[in-house]
């Protein structure tokens, strides 16, 4: 079966750019979009089709794909934007990847 | 779009698992879409579990199509889950979400706020 996968943890400072990479068996023949989610909360859709931003989504969020790897992008990283991160791709059925926590230093 | 889970919190191993999603702000049957459950287990990530259309196609998950069924009512708005001969290991927070799916795109672009099902006697 078809697997995603993330790195358990990312870390970076405020100001900084974090990125967040999702790996997969030529995952550039697929469309991945990316999630977010805050503890308690369920998650909020961020990026479709690679690189499509959802409504409201700020530019600091964006995606790209290449090869085997997606990679969601989060510039001037700012404290309100420690959560999961979820990757997610489509097999036959719906996939998603282990969850990445980022967290602001 | 709004989705809201509604069902026990609470579930004994080996008994029948049933959520319901109540939609509002969409039509189930207005077609383009598809209606999802997504779980979480405490601490662990998100594991789809099946959709049904809005003509009412389902398609499951491998791993649970001996004992999931989701179902839809237009009458209500609403589509449901069961879940059969639950293990401890079904306890999860479940998730209701409306599923775009066209060719090879697909996302979940509303969710309801999840329910907690723990399964334990």
């Known amino acids: 079966s078809y697997e995603l996968t993330q790195p358990p943890s990312v870390s970076v400072s405020p100001g900084q750019t974090a990125r967040i990479t999702c790996s997969g068996d030529?995952?550039?023949?697929?469309?991945v979009s990316w999630y977010l989610q805050r503890p308690g909360q369920a998650p909020v859709l961020l990026i479709s089709q690679d690189n499509k931003r959802h409504s409201g989504i700020p530019d600091r969020f964006s995606g790209s794909s290449s090869g085997n790897t997606a990679t969601l992008t989060i510039s001037d990283t700012q404290a309100q934007d420690e959560a999961d991160f979820y990757c997610?791709?489509?097999?036959?059925?719906?996939?998603f990847g282990g969850g990445t926590k980022l967290t602001v230093l | 779009v709004q989705l809201q889970e509604s069902g026990p919190g609470l579930v004994k191993p080996s008994q029948t698992l049933s959520l319901t999603c109540n939609v509002s702000g969409d039509s189930l049957t207005s077609g383009g879409y598809y209606w999802s459950w997504i779980r979480q287990p405490p601490g662990k990530g998100l594991e789809w579990m099946g959709y049904?259309?809005?003509?009412?196609?389902?398609d499951y998950v491998p791993s649970l199509k001996r004992r999931l069924f989701i179902s839809l009512d237009p009458s209500k708005n609403q589509f449901s889950l069961t879940l059969t001969s639950v293990t401890p290991a079904d306890t999860a927070v479940y998730y209701c979400?409306?599923?775009?799916?066209?060719?090879?795109?697909?996302?979940?672009?509303?969710w309801g706020q999840g329910t907690l099902v723990t399964v334990s006697s």
């Open positions: 997610q791709t489509r097999d036959g059925g719906v996939i």
């Open positions: 979400a409306r599923q775009y799916l066209n060719g090879d795109t697909t996302m979940f672009e509303h």
């Open positions: 049904i259309s809005y003509s009412g196609k389902t």
């Open positions: 030529k995952l550039d023949d697929k469309y």
